[in-house]
């Protein structure tokens, strides 16, 4: 059977039932577009708000950890300071627990390369000997120095009494007592480390009492087993003043 074709009217209400739908369909989309939207800007403003709250999170750590760096450093400083005041003053406490045992008792050390026991008293009189030298007090040092030699002929202390001794004669013009005195430490300790300088002070003295000759051999003398000295240097220049 042939299907009737459809009124008017049927057609009419088809079409404005699609155009509705249409319509409906539409605005839906439309709507769901917007929420969609709302809800990606509410999240990307949530998204910031959460970063901006993490990152200040982070500096005030971050202040914190400097901060805290700061004070465990000043502590440190503290620590290291206090560490070098101990060690200082124990190094005092000990030197002067070393001088006073030294005053006491025998004790063995070793003096510019000489070693030897050195006896109660003893450092404290050689050191008066060289305060006297010091001050200017030659005479006194002469004497001082002699004394020294005198009582504690095997002392360490004994090639500087020597020494200072001849350097006191010669300051007081003595020439033949510091030549005799210089002399004698050079014979006796040959290898000490002021032999360079003692022969320096008996080449002066030896030129003062107008024995040029023997001035003349001594500057050679330094000169030649001592170049790369100071006492060398002034030598050649003295030996080169001798007429």
């Given at each position: 059977?042939?299907?009737q074709p459809?009124?008017i009217?049927?057609?009419?209400?088809?079409?404005?039932c699609l155009?509705?739908?249409?319509?409906?369909?539409?605005?839906?989309?439309?709507?769901?577009?917007?929420?969609a939207?709302?809800?990606?800007r509410?999240?990307i403003l949530d998204?910031?708000?959460?970063?901006?709250t993490?990152?200040?999170?982070?500096?005030?750590q971050?202040?914190?950890l400097?901060?805290?760096?700061?004070?465990?450093r000043?502590?440190?400083e503290?620590?290291?300071?206090?560490?070098?005041?101990?060690?200082?003053?124990q190094k005092?406490?000990y030197?002067?627990?070393?001088?006073r045992?030294?005053n006491?008792e025998?004790?063995?050390?070793?003096?510019?390369?000489v070693?030897?026991?050195?006896?109660?008293?003893?450092k404290?009189?050689?050191?008066?000997?060289?305060?006297?030298?010091?001050?200017?007090n030659?005479?006194?040092?002469?004497?001082?120095?002699?004394?020294?030699?005198n009582?504690?002929?095997?002392?360490?202390?004994?090639?500087?009494?020597?020494?200072?001794?001849?350097n006191?004669?010669?300051?007081?013009?003595?020439y033949?007592?510091?030549i005799?005195?210089l002399q004698?430490?050079?014979?006796?300790?040959?290898?000490?480390?002021?032999?360079?300088?003692?022969m320096?002070?008996?080449?002066?003295?030896?030129?003062?009492?107008?024995n040029?000759a023997?001035?003349?051999?001594?500057?050679?003398e330094?000169?030649?087993k001592?170049p790369?000295?100071e006492?060398?240097k002034?030598?050649?220049?003295?030996?080169a003043?001798?007429k």
């Amino acid at each position: 059977m042939r299907k009737q074709p459809c009124s008017i009217k049927q057609t009419l209400s088809r079409a404005f039932c699609l155009s509705a739908s249409i319509i409906f369909l539409g605005t839906s989309t439309s709507a769901w577009a917007l929420f969609a939207d709302d809800d990606a800007r509410k999240a990307i403003l949530d998204l910031r708000k959460s970063l901006a709250t993490t990152q200040l999170e982070l500096q005030s750590q971050i202040e914190k950890l400097k901060a805290d760096n700061a004070e465990l450093r000043g502590k440190i400083e503290n620590l290291e300071k206090q560490g070098e005041e101990i060690n200082a003053s124990q190094k005092t406490y000990y030197e002067d627990l070393d001088n006073r045992l030294g005053n006491f008792e025998p004790r063995t050390i070793t003096i510019e390369g000489v070693t030897g026991t050195v006896q109660p008293g003893e450092k404290k009189a050689y050191d008066d000997a060289l305060k006297s030298f010091q001050a200017g007090n030659l005479k006194k040092a002469e004497g001082e120095f002699s004394a020294f030699a005198n009582r504690y002929p095997k002392s360490p202390y004994l090639p500087l009494a020597l020494f200072w001794n001849g350097n006191s004669k010669y300051a007081n013009k003595d020439y033949t007592g510091a030549i005799a005195q210089l002399q004698n430490l050079i014979k006796r300790f040959p290898n000490h480390p002021r032999i360079p300088v003692a022969m320096l002070t008996l080449g002066n003295a030896q030129l003062e009492s107008g024995n040029k000759a023997a001035a003349k051999k001594t500057f050679t003398e330094i000169i030649s087993k001592y170049p790369d000295t100071e006492a060398a240097k002034d030598a050649q220049q003295l030996n080169a003043a001798i007429k």
